[in-house]
T-cell receptor, first 117, second 115 residues
Framework: AQKVTQAQTEISVVEKEDVTLDCVYETRDTTYYLFWYKQPPSGELVFLIRRNSFDEQNEISGRYSWNFQKSTSSFNFTITASQVVDSAVYFCALSEIQAGNNRKLIWGLGTSLAVNP | DTAVSQTPKYLVTQMGNDKSIKCEQNLGHDTMYWYKQDSKKFLKIMFSYNNKELIINETVPNRFSPKSPDKAHLNLHINSLELGDSAVYFC??????????????FGPGTRLTVT
């Protein structure tokens, strides 16, 4: 069965620290997709990144970077030089194409990141 | 300009009432979803529609009935509201080409409080 584990429930850092949010997934499929979403205190869910299982290149977007390691089934997210505006709950999610073209996102429980001034 | 919109943003109602939440997307996506997020932030898929056809129906009480009049709209009607229905309900949409999976875009959420 598919599963996404975000072992860190809450993380607290001081501004300008680097922080890594862990995501470990389980799947039996060879083709799957991984996502990260951000939910700031205002409540909306913001898409951050999508990664195909065949694309193991790491991605960098400004202060955000993602490390995809198929060997360890992990898709970790690092924020460099964190800022107070990065405070949010971050969700990792996994999706597969199931029978009948059915798709469903399997969500982790989220990691609540607090960046303190 | 809003990509996925939901109304209302807040809904406070009493147990036993019936209420609806509306969702519209202007992204041209084929697939729309309803999620429930509880107080612990756990996100649970409820329903998914592709081109007005129901494709995902998780174990949701049949007091919840989705309706998709066209592929840009997916409404959620809830009958006989219960205290446990209090949550934030999110609508989302995505493209769904045959052999690929794209990200979902979420509405702002509807905070439902049942008293």
């Amino acid at each position: 069965a598919q599963k996404v584990t975000q072992a860190q429930t809450e993380i607290s850092v001081v501004e300008k620290e680097d922080v890594t949010l862990d995501c470990v997934y389980e799947t039996r499929d060879t083709t799957y997709y991984l996502f990260w979403y951000k939910q700031p205190p205002s409540g909306e869910l913001v898409f951050l990144i999508r990664r195909n299982s065949f694309d193991e290149q790491n991605e960098i977007s400004g202060r955000y970077s993602w490390n995809f390691q198929k060997s360890t089934s992990s898709f970790n997210f690092t924020i460099t030089a964190s800022q107070v505006v990065d405070s949010a709950v971050y969700f990792c999610a996994l999706s597969e194409i199931q029978a009948g073209n059915n798709r469903k996102l399997i969500w982790g429980l989220g990691t609540s990141l607090a960046v303190n001034p | 300009d809003t990509a996925v919109s939901q109304t209302p943003k807040y809904l406070v109602t009493q147990m036993g009432n019936d209420k609806s939440i509306k969702c519209e997307q202007n992204l041209g996506h084929d697939t729309m979803y309803w999620y429930k997020q509880d107080s612990k932030k756990f996100l649970k898929i409820m329903f998914s529609y592709n081109n007005k056809e129901l494709i995902i129906n998780e174990t949701v009480p049949n007091r919840f009935s989705p309706k998709s009049p066209d592929k840009a709209h997916l409404n959620l009607h809830i009958n006989s509201l219960e205290l446990g229905d209090s949550a934030v309900y999110f609508c989302a949409s995505s493209q769904e080409p045959q052999l690929d999976i794209y990200e979902q875009y979420f509405g702002p959420g509807t905070r439902l409080t049942v008293t």
